[in-house]
């Protein structure tokens, strides 16, 4: 480029500045006012649609990543520039969203088949490089071209080569273009480029290695700064042309051919492996000799094996010799080195060679040949290695049956089973590794036969290979083997009886426990005896044969102890529970350990009493085995917080705490997080960080989802987490609950209740809600009054719960009135006791003594009590002893309610009925109750969420996305239009025409660019529609726009056309077919509506995805006027078409 | 900073190996037993990059700490008080390569040094122990390779449950997995899903802070250095110390983290340590050109149809975690082959492999996860990264190593590094 053209460019590129500037600054006020009118018209329109662009990033997934990248190439360069003028310097503002888009863009064009749009955008990127002024925002460029540019793009990148402050990213880029033309620059570069940047190009130019360059970079070898030096030596090494020869050769002899800081003899290597790569055959073998020969001090050795390796890889068998020789060197490596490069040289007169050397060499040089040999797998050693099986020296023994096996595999058996014979200390171990790969089941015959003829030094060997194949069928070999004189002998038998048992030999098993002495033999004997019984599934009948035993025979009895927990069984468990109250001394200990290691959680009881009234002796070890029965057991999440409170009440140390804690991590529910939280302020810090970690595990999404525990409690508890989480990986947690917490729904979520403290927030109860909407607010006042004047008489706060110890029926109301919600609550009650949970002021969900029977309370809590339509009373019985704590979960969405009891559904969405009033549905709204019945009552832990219908049915997901929900559940507000042929049913909206009834239900509002998600369900032959865009009146397809709801697969739509078929904009665009569920089953479909862009996901797939002006401005497919497709906004709606049809979890989201 | 004493006793150690014949070269059979550490030929080991993944290496047990390196002075400072007497710090690894008293090498820095380092230290006549991912680029892993090769080296990568420890949800070791799988009674091509079911946790989230705001370089950390071959970029903590694997330039996230320690061992199962998939397949959100982000599925397909899937997001819940034309395997090691358990107890036991590293320096045999099959489970990573990356499936040979009509692709598996370092 001549001076007078670059200055030229130069002065075009400063107009272009101050021009884009311009328009920069016009964009920025367009930004602020987006409504004005200041800005021409067309240039307000791109930048909406940058805006809109850049409102779409990051992408949600990579088809639609590739959808907005097609839409910003559809602005071409003038559009493109938009988003370029963004880009930022690092701390001068958020340029996040655009960069996310040009990368996008970089890489849409980058891959192959995008010829076109890559020369756009190289040329987008090109000018964008040249008009920012900032170096690190010019680097951005740079980093994307060097990915996805060609050959066009090498002059504006080379333009940088000597701009010291962006000359590196410029050589990167050219590196990473790969082209000729590159590697053309760098060249023409390398004589112009000043000294910083001459480095850079120099290394850039070593990847293209072009030869011609070669006698400059010999030059800059030279030099007198070693980091150029380096540089230049492994350029002409790339290069490896043979000019350099004697350079490079004397430049390694300057170093005494070792390491030094230019790396010459990393280069000379690498030099010589090229040289010969170009065919300089000759040169090379003679630097690689030379290479070997000069390399074999202490201090350049390695170098020697690199010479090595390259005479192998360049002149395989020719090389041989050399590699022969370095079997004499004393250092294994470089041995192992030679080995190794042997390998590339398999055949026949190689390996002849090798057998020979290792015939010469001493015992340890062979047994590495052998070894090598092995692995090459040539027959024709085989021989050589067979005969060194019997060599004198136990090194090339081992050797050789090592590669015997791996020549022969299977077929070496006999020789290895000899090998054992014979062998003596190590060798036995090593034929015990050998022999574990070579024998499953169907060897094992072999092997006992074999054990019958062993010395008693090879017996071991072979009873544990037929212990790891659990041969079952050697069970009496093995047992005759117990009594063996060899202790190694009877010792192994004793380890591998487990192994071989089975159920028939209970028997003969107890009676070898009876006889048998050794501590480690009474353990196998017990092992064998629990896999024995492990084939009996009744607990019952599995332990009878040990209850036998232990009746019949006094001396059995703490060897039969050891074995009950494995056995299980109700009887077991009272055996053992017995002995330790009542008897003393060893089979006392005996007992309780049998109790600590016990199973299955009924053991839980026993162990609690020794926690909380045995001796010190035995709390801590009763502790910890409790809370490892609780947490291993199959009880629901409720059970196990109820269990594992009332353990930590008897914690006296940090680490029992701890224990605890640690079993809540899996308890994921709300309660458990709470309780939890009580100790984020213990006065140990290991105690606090253990409830943090257990905090962020309950509350946060598992992994991949977004569906964790939200609301202002959890966000607090969680701030709590993030200062006190300590420990391996902390750093991990605390990012994760940070970005939780930045993730989660702003929702308010469950809220206590009760404080702890005092029963603000509860009131007395005043006659009932009838009664009380009829009276003026001064005589409900007045009566409030002396209710409340009554509640300390019934009512206290002690030690976090609420009590009632008073008598009759004055319940204690919240102040607050609740419609739709969800409550835990925890209650307790004792001998005979009866009360309940009033929802909106009504009664009741039931609480009551299972035991009374007279009054049908055997039936369990948590009924609806006073239904009389619908179901009164619970599912199952889920209650806890009377004494016990309970946990209720009861959501209460509309008429219906769902309780949970102690994590047990026992009603299902039932409607609860209007006790007060049976003529009436239950009141929208009332006070939560806790019901007194006249006996001692307690609860705790009271939280309660509000369920608003906006979030009904969303996922945190979905509200963190902004969805709202239109359908409630519950009734049908929020929509207008046809209410008598769409109706709800147990939450889910049906349409049942009566006597053919067609008819549209809407929405309310109006909605213009939304996505629309709703779940359907269609019956045979099923026809609906879902209006966008409608006015209320008109047939919605036309005025407005219809995407299709229809059974496809009935027959009567057989002859539809493709526009017809569900999913399509009814007339407009066809959708794919082939994604409904079948008829019956729930479909899950989302309308996402932007501008002309319409796209429609079935059940994941995308079925429709079309552009309305696009397909209709040569007219529709149905021939028809469709004036709708020029409506920005309307109803969104169902269309009904005469059959039945169900839909729920409606929910939108404006774009 | 070079000892003469420690220099000799280098060399003490080589030239033992010449004068008791037949003894120095402990067969691999005798060094297995427990706690076997002949005292005289304790190996020594020398630490490059000592921050909150290095300190761990001071326990891997067989060897004897001389040196630590790190360009942070706060971390050499804080490793050496731990270390504490007779071992020396250096700011530079070079110069620590170049202390002949030094057998084994361990690299746990930022995946980007990994390469680099491993040549120049297998270069440097070093026994190499690499933290995983092997390579943060599939060309860096080809040249580990040739280096090791060239200078005789013995090399090992850190994860091991290929030969040890529970593989995560299964609830057992990989051992008896292996044994069912080359018994073919799951019949063939396999499909393994890793999902959160098995294991598979949020460490797979690990994503870059954007736009981050350029800050002063602290006074005890040479950035330069730290940034090495990677583009130069302005410092901000977000970058650096225990947080830089949300960022491209230096690793790739959770699954640079973790990816290699889950799919080592499926590698290993399905007998594709010489190999890798023909197509890769992705599912994820739209990528930042420098923060790393999430995604959701990473599909890998081998040539025989055998595939591995990386479910991000646990949408298989109850996925089979192996599974066979004929059988599958699901969590905690169920199946529904009955009797599967008791079968495989009745199955000859793999190929025995060499699982303690200095056994492997000392016999010169190769380790059981090494530069060669750990290349290839390192390869398995970075064709994830890049597909997460670049957006899109990827076709590649893996033979020759390179992907199939994707230029741009290629251009990942060599990246160009930052003057003056090179490959």
Same mark, same amino acid.
């Given at each position: 480029?001549?001076?007078? @053209?670059?200055?030229? +460019?130069?002065? %075009?590129?400063?107009?272009?500045?101050?021009?884009?500037?311009?328009?920069?600054?016009?964009?920025?006020?367009?930004?602020?006012?987006?409504?004005?009118?200041?800005?021409?018209?067309?240039?307000?329109?791109?930048?909406?649609?940058?805006?809109?662009?850049?409102?779409?990033?990051?992408?949600?997934?990579?088809?639609?990543?590739?959808?907005?990248?097609?839409?910003?190439?559809?602005?071409?360069?003038?559009?493109?520039?938009?988003?370029?003028?963004?880009?930022?310097?690092?701390?001068?503002?958020?340029?996040?969203?655009?960069?996310?888009?040009?990368?996008?863009?970089?890489?849409?064009?980058?891959?192959?088949?995008?010829?076109?749009?890559?020369?756009?955008?190289?040329?987008?990127?090109?000018?964008?490089?040249?008009?920012?002024?900032?170096?690190?925002?010019?680097?951005?460029?740079?980093?994307?071209? !060097?990915?996805?540019?060609?050959?066009?793009?090498?002059?504006?990148?080379?333009?940088?080569?000597?701009?010291?402050?962006? $000359?590196?990213?410029?050589?990167?880029?050219?590196? #990473?273009?790969?082209?000729?033309?590159?590697?053309?620059? /760098?060249?023409?570069?390398?004589?112009?480029?000043?000294?910083? $940047?001459?480095?850079?190009?120099?290394?850039? %130019?070593?990847?293209?290695?072009? &030869?011609?360059?070669?006698?400059?970079?010999?030059?800059?070898?030279?030099?007198?700064?070693?980091?150029?030096?380096?540089?230049?030596?492994?350029?002409?090494?790339?290069?490896?042309?043979?000019?350099?020869?004697?350079?490079?050769?004397? +430049?390694?002899?300057?170093?005494?051919?070792?390491?030094?800081?230019?790396?010459?003899?990393?280069?000379?290597?690498?030099?010589?492996?090229?040289?010969?790569?170009? #065919?300089?055959?000759?040169?090379?073998?003679?630097?690689?000799?030379?290479i070997v020969k000069e390399c074999t001090r202490e201090d350049n050795y390695t170098y020697g094996l690199s010479g090595m390796s390259l005479l192998a890889d360049h002149f395989g068998y020719e090389a041989l010799h050399v590699l022969l020789k370095a079997m004499d060197d004393p250092r294994p490596d470089y041995r192992a080195g030679a080995l190794r490069y042997a390998r590339q040289i398999n055949d026949?007169?190689?390996?002849?060679?090798?057998?020979? !050397?290792?015939?010469?060499?001493?015992?340890?040089?062979?047994?590495?040949?052998?070894?090598?040999?092995?692995?090459?797998?040539?027959?024709?050693?085989?021989?050589?290695?067979?005969?060194?099986?019997?060599?004198?020296?136990?090194?090339?023994?081992?050797?050789?049956?090592?590669?015997?096996?791996?020549?022969?595999?299977?077929?070496?058996?006999?020789?290895?089973?000899?090998?054992?014979?014979?062998?003596?200390?190590?060798?036995?171990?090593?034929?015990?590794?050998?022999?574990?790969?070579?024998?499953?089941?169907?060897?094992?015959?072999?092997?006992?036969?074999?054990?019958?003829?062993?010395?008693?030094?090879?017996?071991?060997?072979?009873?544990?290979?037929?212990?790891?194949?659990?041969?079952?069928?050697?069970?009496?070999?093995?047992?005759?083997?117990?009594?063996?004189?060899?202790?190694?002998?009877?010792?192994?038998?004793?380890?591998?009886?487990?192994?071989? *048992?089975?159920?028939?030999?209970?028997?003969?098993?107890?009676?070898?426990?009876?006889?048998?002495?050794?501590?480690?033999?009474?353990?196998?004997?017990?092992?064998?005896?629990?896999?024995?019984?492990?084939?009996?599934?009744?607990?019952?009948?599995? *332990?009878?044969?040990?209850?036998?035993?232990?009746?019949?025979?006094?001396?059995?009895?703490?060897?039969?102890?050891?074995?009950?927990?494995?056995?299980?069984?109700?009887?077991?468990?009272?055996?053992?529970?017995?002995?330790?109250?009542?008897?003393?001394? @060893?089979?006392?200990?005996?007992?309780?350990?049998?109790?600590?290691?016990?199973?299955?959680?009924?053991?839980?009881?026993?162990?609690?009493?020794?926690?909380?009234?045995?001796?010190?002796?035995?709390?801590?070890?009763?502790?910890?085995?409790?809370?490892?029965?609780?947490?291993?057991?199959?009880?629901?999440?409720?059970?196990? %917080?109820?269990?594992?409170?009332?353990?930590?009440?008897?914690?006296?140390? &940090?680490?029992?705490?701890?224990?605890?804690?640690?079993?809540?991590? &899996?308890?994921?529910?709300?309660?458990?997080?709470?309780?939890?939280?009580?100790?984020?302020?213990? @006065?140990?810090?290991?105690?606090?960080?253990?409830?943090?970690?257990?905090?962020?595990?309950?509350?946060?999404?598992?992994?991949?989802?977004?569906?964790?525990?939200?609301?202002?409690?959890?966000? !607090?508890?969680?701030? !709590? $987490?993030?200062?006190?989480?300590?420990?391996?990986?902390?750093?991990?947690?605390?990012?994760?609950?940070?970005?939780?917490?930045?993730?989660?729904?702003?929702?308010?979520?469950?809220?206590?209740?009760?404080?702890?403290?005092?029963?603000?927030?509860?009131?007395?109860?005043?006659?009932?809600?009838?009664?009380?909407?009829?009276?003026?607010?001064?005589?409900?006042?007045?009566?409030?009054?002396?209710?409340?004047?009554?509640?300390?008489?019934?009512?206290?706060?002690?030690?976090?719960?609420?009590?009632?110890?008073?008598?009759?029926?004055?319940?204690?109301?919240?102040?607050?009135?609740?419609?739709?919600?969800?409550?835990?609550?925890?209650?307790?009650?004792?001998?005979?006791?009866?009360?309940?949970?009033?929802?909106?002021?009504?009664?009741?969900?039931?609480?009551?003594?299972?035991?009374?029977?007279?009054?049908?309370?055997?039936?369990? *809590?948590?009924?609806?009590?006073?239904?009389?339509?619908?179901?009164?009373?619970?599912?199952?019985?889920?209650?806890?002893?009377?004494?016990?704590?309970?946990?209720?979960?009861?959501?209460?969405?509309?008429?219906?309610?769902?309780?949970?009891?102690?994590?047990?559904?026992?009603?299902?969405?039932?409607? /609860?009925?209007?006790?007060?009033?049976?003529?009436?549905?239950?009141?929208?709204?009332?006070?939560?109750?806790?019901?007194?019945?006249?006996?001692?009552?307690?609860?705790?832990?009271?939280?309660?969420? =509000?369920?608003?219908?906006?979030?009904?049915?969303?996922?945190?997901? =979905?509200?963190?996305?902004?969805?709202?929900?239109?359908?409630?559940?519950?009734?049908?507000?929020?929509?207008?239009?046809?209410?008598?042929?769409?109706?709800?049913?147990?939450?889910?909206?049906?349409?049942?025409?009566?006597?053919?009834?067609?008819?549209?239900?809407?929405?309310?509002?109006?909605?213009?660019?939304?996505?629309?998600?709703? =779940?359907?369900?269609?019956?045979?032959?099923?026809?609906?529609?879902?209006?966008?865009?409608?006015?209320?009146?008109?047939?919605?397809?036309?005025?407005?726009?219809?995407?299709?709801?229809?059974?496809?697969?009935?027959?009567?739509?057989?002859?539809?056309?493709?526009?017809?078929?569900?999913?399509?904009?009814?007339?407009?665009?066809?959708?794919?077919?082939?994604?409904?569920?079948?008829?019956?089953?729930?479909?899950?479909?989302?309308?996402?509506?932007?501008?002309?862009?319409?796209?429609?996901?079935?059940?994941?797939?995308?079925?429709?995805? #079309?552009?309305?002006?696009?397909?209709?401005?040569?007219?529709?497919?149905?021939?028809?006027?469709?004036?709708?497709?020029?409506?920005?906004?309307?109803?969104?709606?169902?269309?009904?078409?005469? *059959?039945?049809?169900?839909?729920?979890?409606?929910?939108?989201?404006?774009? | 900073?070079?000892?003469?004493?420690?220099?000799?006793?280098?060399?003490?150690?080589?030239?033992?190996?010449?004068?008791?014949?037949?003894?120095?070269?402990?067969?691999?059979?005798?060094?297995?037993?427990?706690?076997?550490?002949?005292?005289?030929?304790?190996?020594?080991?020398?630490?490059? #990059?000592?921050?909150?993944?290095?300190?761990?290496?001071?326990?891997?047990?067989?060897?004897?700490?001389?040196?630590? $390196?790190?360009?942070?002075?706060?971390?050499?400072?804080?490793?050496?008080?731990?270390?504490?007497?007779?071992?020396?710090?250096?700011?530079?690894?070079?110069?620590? /390569?170049?202390?002949?008293?030094?057998?084994?090498?361990?690299?746990?820095?930022?995946?980007?040094?990994?390469?680099?380092?491993?040549?120049?230290?297998?270069?440097?006549?070093?026994?190499?122990?690499? =933290?995983?991912?092997?390579?943060?680029?599939?060309?860096?892993?080809?040249?580990?390779?040739?280096?090791?090769?060239?200078?005789?080296?013995?090399?090992?990568?850190?994860?091991?449950?290929?030969?040890?420890? +529970?593989?995560?949800?299964?609830?057992?070791?990989?051992?008896?997995?292996?044994?069912?799988?080359?018994?073919?009674?799951?019949?063939?091509?396999?499909?393994?899903?890793?999902?959160?079911?098995?294991?598979?946790?949020?460490?797979?989230?690990?994503?870059?802070?954007?736009?981050?705001?350029?800050?002063?370089?602290?006074?005890?950390?040479?950035?330069?250095?730290?940034?090495?071959?990677?583009?130069?970029?302005?410092?901000?903590?977000?970058?650096?110390?225990?947080?830089?694997?949300?960022?491209?330039?230096?690793?790739?996230?959770?699954?640079?983290?973790?990816?290699?320690?889950?799919?080592?061992?499926?590698?290993?199962?399905?007998?594709?340590?010489?190999?890798?998939?023909?197509?890769?397949?992705?599912?994820?959100?739209?990528?930042?050109?420098?923060?790393?982000?999430?995604?959701?599925?990473?599909?890998?397909?081998?040539?025989?149809?055998?595939?591995?899937?990386?479910?991000?997001?646990?949408?298989?819940?109850?996925?089979?975690?192996?599974?066979?034309?004929?059988?599958?395997?699901?969590?905690?090691?169920?199946?529904?082959?009955?009797?599967?358990?008791?079968?495989?107890?009745?199955?000859?036991?793999?190929?025995?492999?060499?699982?303690?590293?200095?056994?492997?320096?000392?016999?010169?045999?190769?380790?059981?996860?090494?530069?060669?099959?750990?290349?290839?489970?390192?390869?398995?990573?970075?064709?994830?990264?890049?597909?997460?990356?670049?957006g899109r499936t990827l076709h590649y040979d893996p033979v020759k190593q390179e992907f199939i009509n994707d230029e741009e692709a290629n251009r990942m598996i060599w990246q160009p590094m930052r003057g003056p370092w090179s490959l």
């Amino acid at each position: 480029m001549d001076h007078g @053209a670059f200055d030229e +460019t130069k002065r %075009l590129k400063n107009l272009e500045d101050t021009v884009m500037k311009r328009i920069v600054t016009i964009f920025l006020l367009g930004m602020l006012l987006v409504s004005s009118s200041l800005t021409a018209q067309d240039v307000r329109l791109l930048q909406t649609k940058v805006a809109d662009i850049l409102n779409q990033v990051p992408a949600h997934d990579l088809k639609q990543r590739d959808r907005v990248v097609e839409e910003m190439l559809a602005l071409g360069e003038s559009g493109l520039m938009e988003f370029t003028k963004m880009v930022v310097p690092p701390g001068t503002g958020d340029d996040t969203r655009v960069r996310y888009a040009l990368n996008g863009l970089a890489l849409y064009v980058g891959r192959e088949g995008k010829d076109r749009e890559r020369q756009l955008v190289s040329g987008v990127f090109i000018k964008a490089l040249d008009q920012a002024t900032d170096p690190l925002v010019k680097s951005f460029y740079l980093y994307h071209l !060097k990915f996805f540019g060609h050959e066009e793009v090498v002059p504006a990148i080379a333009a940088y080569l000597n701009d010291p402050k962006l $000359c590196d990213y410029a050589a990167q880029a050219l590196v #990473g273009l790969n082209n000729h033309a590159a590697q053309h620059a /760098l060249k023409t570069a390398l004589a112009e480029v000043d000294a910083p $940047c001459k480095l850079k190009v120099v290394k850039a %130019l070593g990847v293209y290695a072009p &030869p011609c360059a070669e006698a400059e970079i010999r030059k800059l070898a030279a030099s007198d700064d070693p980091q150029m030096r380096k540089i230049a030596l492994w350029t002409l090494a790339k290069i490896g042309s043979p000019e350099s020869a004697e350079f490079m050769i004397r +430049t390694a002899r300057d170093v005494k051919f070792t390491t030094d800081p230019s790396g010459a003899m990393r280069s000379l290597v690498s030099y010589t492996d090229h040289l010969a790569a170009n #065919g300089e055959i000759n040169r090379a073998r003679r630097i690689a000799y030379m290479i070997v020969k000069e390399c074999t001090r202490e201090d350049n050795y390695t170098y020697g094996l690199s010479g090595m390796s390259l005479l192998a890889d360049h002149f395989g068998y020719e090389a041989l010799h050399v590699l022969l020789k370095a079997m004499d060197d004393p250092r294994p490596d470089y041995r192992a080195g030679a080995l190794r490069y042997a390998r590339q040289i398999n055949d026949i007169a190689a390996i002849r060679q090798w057998m020979k !050397k290792a015939k010469e060499s001493d015992p340890r040089v062979a047994a590495e040949i052998i070894d090598f040999l092995g692995e090459m797998q040539n027959p024709v050693a085989i021989p050589y290695i067979k005969a060194s099986l019997k060599d004198q020296n136990p090194v090339v023994r081992s050797a050789a049956m090592d590669a015997y096996v791996k020549l022969l595999g299977k077929k070496a058996l006999s020789s290895v089973l000899d090998f054992l014979k014979q062998g003596q200390g190590a060798e036995i171990v090593h034929a015990e590794q050998l022999l574990l790969p070579l024998c499953g089941l169907k060897e094992v015959p072999a092997i006992a036969t074999a054990l019958d003829q062993m010395p008693d030094q090879g017996k071991p060997v072979l009873i544990g290979i037929i212990a790891a194949r659990r041969a079952t069928g050697q069970f009496n070999r093995i047992l005759a083997l117990t009594s063996n004189e060899d202790p190694e002998v009877s010792n192994a038998a004793f380890k591998a009886l487990p192994a071989v *048992s089975s159920r028939e030999k209970l028997d003969q098993l107890i009676q070898l426990l009876d006889q048998t002495g050794e501590e480690s033999h009474i353990a196998a004997v017990q092992q064998a005896l629990i896999q024995a019984a492990s084939g009996i599934k009744s607990p019952g009948e599995r *332990s009878a044969p040990f209850l036998k035993a232990y009746n019949e025979n006094k001396k059995i009895r703490p060897k039969i102890l050891g074995v009950l927990p494995r056995i299980g069984g109700t009887q077991s468990l009272n055996l053992v529970g017995d002995v330790f109250n009542h008897q003393r001394r @060893a089979l006392k200990e005996q007992a309780f350990k049998a109790l600590t290691q016990w199973k299955d959680p009924a053991a839980a009881t026993q162990l609690y009493n020794i926690v909380s009234k045995g001796s010190k002796k035995y709390k801590k070890e009763a502790f910890a085995a409790y809370v490892r029965l609780i947490q291993k057991a199959s009880i629901t999440p409720e059970q196990k %917080l109820l269990r594992l409170r009332k353990i930590m009440l008897k914690a006296d140390d &940090p680490g029992m705490k701890e224990q605890v804690l640690k079993a809540l991590e &899996p308890v994921k529910i709300f309660p458990a997080l709470v309780y939890v939280a009580h100790f984020l302020d213990d @006065a140990n810090p290991e105690v606090q960080s253990s409830a943090a970690w257990t905090a962020s595990k309950i509350a946060l999404p598992p992994s991949g989802t977004r569906n964790g525990m939200y609301g202002s409690l959890v966000r !607090k508890i969680l701030n !709590k $987490c993030i200062p006190v989480i300590s420990g391996r990986d902390s750093q991990y947690a605390k990012e994760n609950i940070r970005n939780w917490l930045h993730a989660m729904p702003e929702a308010e979520g469950f809220v206590s209740m009760f404080n702890g403290k005092d029963l603000s927030g509860w009131q007395g109860l005043v006659k009932n809600p009838i009664a009380r909407a009829k009276m003026t607010p001064e005589e409900l006042a007045r009566q409030q009054k002396e209710a409340d004047a009554l509640v300390p008489e019934n009512w206290s706060v002690a030690n976090g719960e609420i009590r009632f110890t008073g008598k009759g029926y004055k319940n204690l109301c919240s102040v607050k009135k609740y419609g739709d919600f969800e409550l835990w609550v925890d209650w307790r009650i004792t001998k005979g006791g009866d009360s309940g949970i009033y929802l909106r002021g009504t009664p009741q969900v039931q609480i009551w003594d299972t035991s009374r029977i007279e009054v049908g309370a055997q039936v369990g *809590s948590g009924g609806l009590y006073n239904n009389q339509k619908h179901p009164s009373k619970p599912a199952k019985v889920a209650d806890n002893q009377v004494g016990e704590w309970n946990t209720f979960f009861i959501r209460m969405i509309g008429d219906r309610v769902t309780v949970e009891l102690n994590g047990e559904r026992v009603v299902d969405n039932v409607i /609860l009925e209007n006790y007060w009033d049976r003529t009436l549905p239950i009141f929208p709204s009332g006070p939560i109750e806790l019901q007194a019945h006249g006996t001692n009552l307690a609860f705790r832990d009271i939280y309660v969420k =509000e369920i608003h219908s906006e979030t009904y049915n969303l996922t945190p997901e =979905e509200q963190a996305d902004g969805f709202v929900a239109l359908f409630n559940g519950k009734n049908l507000d929020g929509w207008v239009g046809n209410k008598t042929d769409y109706s709800v049913k147990d939450g889910v909206i049906v349409i049942e025409p009566k006597g053919g009834g067609h008819g549209n239900l809407y929405t309310e509002k109006e909605y213009g660019n939304f996505a629309f998600r709703f =779940e359907f369900q269609l019956t045979p032959g099923a026809n609906n529609g879902i209006g966008i865009r409608a006015p209320l009146k008109g047939d919605a397809a036309y005025v407005g726009m219809e995407i299709q709801v229809l059974d496809n697969t009935a027959p009567i739509y057989a002859h539809l056309q493709p526009y017809q078929y569900h999913g399509s904009v009814y007339g407009v665009i066809p959708a794919r077919r082939g994604f409904l569920k079948p008829v019956g089953e729930w479909n899950e479909e989302e309308i996402f509506v932007r501008g002309n862009h319409v796209k429609v996901t079935l059940n994941g797939t995308v079925i429709v995805d #079309g552009d309305i002006h696009e397909a209709s401005k040569n007219g529709t497919m149905d021939h028809n006027q469709h004036p709708g497709l020029k409506r920005t906004t309307g109803h969104i709606g169902f269309l009904g078409h005469g *059959s039945v049809v169900r839909f729920r979890n409606i929910r939108v989201r404006v774009l | 900073m070079q000892d003469k004493t420690s220099l000799s006793r280098r060399k003490f150690l080589k030239n033992t190996a010449v004068s008791v014949v037949g003894l120095t070269i402990i067969p691999r059979y005798v060094l297995g037993g427990p706690g076997y550490t002949p005292p005289s030929d304790q190996l020594t080991k020398g630490i490059i #990059g000592v921050g909150g993944m290095g300190r761990g290496h001071f326990k891997y047990e067989g060897t004897r700490l001389l040196a630590v $390196c790190d360009v942070d002075q706060k971390h050499l400072d804080s490793a050496l008080q731990l270390a504490g007497p007779g071992v020396d710090g250096y700011h530079d690894f070079r110069e620590l /390569l170049a202390r002949p008293d030094i057998d084994i090498v361990h690299i746990p820095t930022p995946p980007h040094w990994h390469g680099l380092i491993s040549i120049a230290a297998a270069e440097a006549g070093k026994d190499i122990w690499c =933290e995983k991912p092997m390579t943060r680029t599939i060309g860096e892993g080809i040249k580990v390779i040739e280096a090791v090769k060239r200078h005789g080296r013995m090399f090992r990568l850190n994860t091991w449950f290929r030969f040890k420890d +529970t593989f995560y949800g299964l609830g057992t070791d990989v051992k008896p997995l292996k044994k069912v799988i080359d018994s073919g009674i799951l019949g063939w091509p396999l499909k393994v899903t890793v999902s959160g079911v098995t294991g598979y946790n949020w460490k797979f989230y690990w994503s870059g802070k954007k736009n981050l705001k350029p800050m002063p370089v602290p006074e005890n950390l040479d950035y330069d250095f730290w940034l090495g071959p990677a583009p130069y970029k302005p410092y901000n903590p977000a970058r650096v110390h225990a947080v830089f694997r949300g960022y491209w330039d230096y690793d790739g996230g959770g699954l640079g983290d973790m990816g290699q320690h889950y799919l080592d061992p499926v590698q290993y199962m399905l007998n594709k340590d010489d190999t890798s998939p023909t197509l890769v397949e992705v599912d994820a959100p739209q990528q930042h050109p420098d923060a790393v982000g999430s995604w959701r599925r990473i599909t890998y397909t081998y040539a025989d149809g055998c595939q591995i899937i990386l479910d991000g997001e646990n949408r298989d819940k109850d996925a089979a975690y192996i599974e066979g034309p004929n059988g599958k395997i699901y969590r905690g090691f169920r199946s529904n082959i009955p009797n599967l358990q008791s079968f495989i107890k009745t199955l000859p036991d793999p190929e025995p492999q060499i699982t303690t590293f200095t056994e492997s320096v000392k016999t010169r045999k190769k380790f059981a996860l090494n530069e060669e099959n750990g290349h290839r489970s390192a390869t398995l990573v970075n064709l994830g990264v890049i597909a997460v990356r670049l957006g899109r499936t990827l076709h590649y040979d893996p033979v020759k190593q390179e992907f199939i009509n994707d230029e741009e692709a290629n251009r990942m598996i060599w990246q160009p590094m930052r003057g003056p370092w090179s490959l």
